[in-house]
């Protein structure tokens, strides 16, 4: 006969085993402290990868009088999920951690240029050789993968460095911190972006994305870019669940 003792030894044994043996860290999004915040990932979401992108938003004129229309992007990424603030054993200050999308973006460009351009992308070939990210005063980030719009206009993250893949489409926006790093040009930093999948059967083990705490990026007046396509330096943060 089984004795009542063995019965709750077992029990207890499933209670220790069965948990992990260590909580499972998880980085909270980070708000603006607008009046409204983007919606936050549902609870049943897990964040896959933190990302700092460095490269080019484009926009389109018309004319010298028409506002700059948002016309595409290219930039790559780097993995920081590891220094996230509170991470065990890797995270880095939460201060320091703010920093490092403006701290890159004060370094060049490294995206393939278009020639005659100070920020304008090669537009077959943007993107160099896949290298690490070395800023300074700040650990070493892995390279992760591509921003870039495909054939279609449709904003995609290849992280192919891990395999994940995230095609997408706005579903809200929040403007950034009115502190923000305005970039070189001082035009501004984008909004915040709450992104979903595209529905196009593109994406692969990504269903959101989020853009936080970006540095420049904002179109220039078309009386200053002139008529015709320009790119405007960016870095931001994205978070992908
Ligand atoms: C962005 O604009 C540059 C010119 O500044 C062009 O070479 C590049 O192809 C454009 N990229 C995208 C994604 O629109």
Redesign the pocket.
């Known amino acids: 006969m089984v004795s009542v003792k063995s019965i709750l030894l077992a029990a207890m044994a499933t209670v220790v085993y069965g948990a992990p043996c260590q909580p499972t860290f998880v980085p909270t999004l980070p708000k603006t402290g607008g009046a409204r915040e983007l919606p936050s990932p549902p609870p049943s979401f897990t964040l896959k990868k933190i990302a700092v992108g460095h490269g080019?938003q484009?926009y389109t004129c018309v004319d010298t009088t028409s506002a700059p229309k948002a016309?595409?992007?290219?930039a790559i990424l780097y993995d920081v999920t590891k220094y996230a603030p509170g991470t065990p054993k890797t995270g880095i200050a939460k201060a320091l951690w703010d920093r490092i999308p403006s701290a890159l973006l004060l370094k060049p460009l490294t995206l393939n240029k278009?020639a005659g351009?100070k920020?304008?992308?090669?537009?077959?070939a943007?993107f160099p050789k896949e290298e690490d990210l070395k800023l300074l005063g700040f650990p070493i980030a892995e390279y992760l993968g591509h921003h870039?719009?495909d054939i279609s206009s449709t904003p995609m993250f290849d992280l192919n460095r891990v395999g994940l893949k995230a095609s997408v489409t706005k579903l809200d926006n929040v403007d950034a911190p009115a502190n923000a790093d305005k970039g070189p040009l001082k035009t501004g930093a984008v909004a915040w972006l709450q992104l979903g999948d595209s529905g196009k059967g593109l994406s692969s083990g990504i269903t959101q994305v989020y853009r936080v705490i970006t540095a420049g990026g904002v179109g220039q007046k078309c009386d200053v870019a002139g008529v015709g396509?320009?790119?405007v330096p960016y870095t931001t943060f994205y978070w992908f669940f």
Request: glycine content about 10%.
């Open positions: 080019i484009n016309d595409g992007a290219v278009l351009t920020y304008g992308a090669h537009a077959t943007p870039y719009f396509v320009h790119s």
